[in-house]
Nanobody
Framework: QVQLIESGGGLVQPGGSLRLSCVVSGRTFNSLRMGWFRQAPGLEREFVGTISHTAGRTYYGESVKGRFTISRDPAKNTVYLQMDSLSPEDTAVYYC?????????????????WGQGTQVTVSS
C-alpha cells in the first residue's frame, strides 16, 4: 500500500516562500514519477510540476514556471516543492501524486497515488 504524506503548508505573505514536502512509503521511491497539483475552490485540479524517476527531469505548469522548483531526495523517500515569489493566486490545496506508468504527467489521470493535500494560503 502506497502512502504519500504532504506537509509544509500554511499562511504566507505575498512575495514570500514555502517548501512543501511529500514522504512516500510502501513503494520503491525510485520507481515513481512524482507530481504536484493544486486545487483552488471552485476550480479544477491544476498541474504544478513533475519530476522523473531517477534522472530528475522536471517540467512545470506555465503559471509557476520560474518561481517553483521540484526536487527529490531518494535517501529520505521525499519529494519537495519549493515555492518562491508567492502571490494570492497561488492559494490552493496542494497535492502530491505518484505514478509508475508513463502516462500524461501533466494530468491528474496520469497518477494513481495521491496524498491528502496541504493548504497553502497567500495573504497579507
Amino acid at each position: 500500500q502506497v502512502q504519500l504524506i504532504e506537509s509544509g503548508g500554511g499562511l504566507v505573505q505575498p512575495g514570500g516562500s514555502l517548501r512543501l514536502s511529500c514522504v512516500v512509503s510502501g513503494r520503491t521511491f525510485n520507481s515513481l514519477r512524482m507530481g504536484w497539483f493544486r486545487q483552488a475552490p471552485g476550480l479544477e485540479r491544476e498541474f504544478v510540476g513533475t519530476i522523473s524517476h531517477t534522472a530528475g527531469r522536471t517540467y512545470y505548469g506555465e503559471s509557476v514556471k520560474g518561481r517553483f522548483t521540484i526536487s527529490r531526495d531518494p535517501a529520505k523517500n521525499t519529494v519537495y516543492l519549493q515555492m518562491d515569489s508567492l502571490s494570492p493566486e497561488d492559494t490552493a490545496v496542494y497535492y502530491c501524486a505518484g505514478t509508475t506508468y508513463g502516462g500524461s504527467y501533466n494530468r491528474p489521470g496520469g497518477y494513481e497515488y495521491w496524498g491528502q493535500g496541504t493548504q497553502v494560503t497567500v495573504s497579507s
